[in-house]
């Protein structure tokens, strides 16, 4: 009867000691949630506060004065400098009765001639006519792909000429069905 008082004894103790803990660590995390909704409940009215109470300061803002942008004067060239044209822009593959374009540059006041070819025959539209290079050296070309043009990789050349020195440059269009 001893032995079994004394294990009752010893189990009541250790059921006290787990509830002690239990009770402990309930306590502790009701404490955390507790101050954790007070941080946030403080914030709240602190902005909340603070948000009725601000002052708006109507300030003007300072104008800054805007300069006209400065345009570049495109350099002037010797008169025994040579010839030179390269592509800007060009649209390729292109399909049959749309726009195709060409921009080139090359030396200001040049005389530029373009021909489109499409299998031996010569394109005929209007905006393939010669043009004369800006004092950039810019030179712009822009006609519609006859609708009867061959599909394939057709030759677009250009011939540039000035102070009697000429370049060339032959570019290929892709026209697609």
């Known amino acids: 009867m001893l032995k ?3 294990n009752s004894l010893k189990e009541y103790r250790r059921w006290r000691r787990r509830s002690r803990i239990l009770r402990f ?3 502790i995390l009701i404490s955390f949630f507790i101050l954790v909704s007070l941080a946030v409940v403080a914030g709240v009215i602190y902005t909340w506060y603070t948000g009725q109470h601000a ?7 300072p104008v800054t004065k805007v300069s006209q942008p400065t345009t570049t004067q495109p350099e002037k060239l010797a008169p025994n400098d040579r010839e030179g044209v390269a592509e800007q822009s060009f649209t390729s593959p292109v399909q049959q009765g749309d726009n195709a374009s060409v921009d080139i540059q090359t030396n200001p006041d040049s005389t530029c001639s373009i021909t489109a070819v499409y299998n031996n025959v010569t394109e005929k539209d209007s ?12 030179v712009e070309w822009s006609w519609t792909v006859s609708s009867s043009a061959p599909v394939g990789t057709w030759p677009i050349t250009i011939n540039c000429v000035w102070n009697k020195k000429s370049a060339v440059l032959i570019e290929n269009l892709v026209i697609q069905k």
Not at 55 to 61: D, H, L, Q, S
Not at 127 to 138: I, N, V
């Open 4 to 6: 079994q008082k004394n």
């Open 25 to 27: 660590v309930r306590n």
């Open 55 to 61: 002052t708006i300061k109507n300030e003007a803002t």
């Open 127 to 138: 905006g393939l006519a010669p043009k004369t290079a800006d004092e950039y050296g810019l």
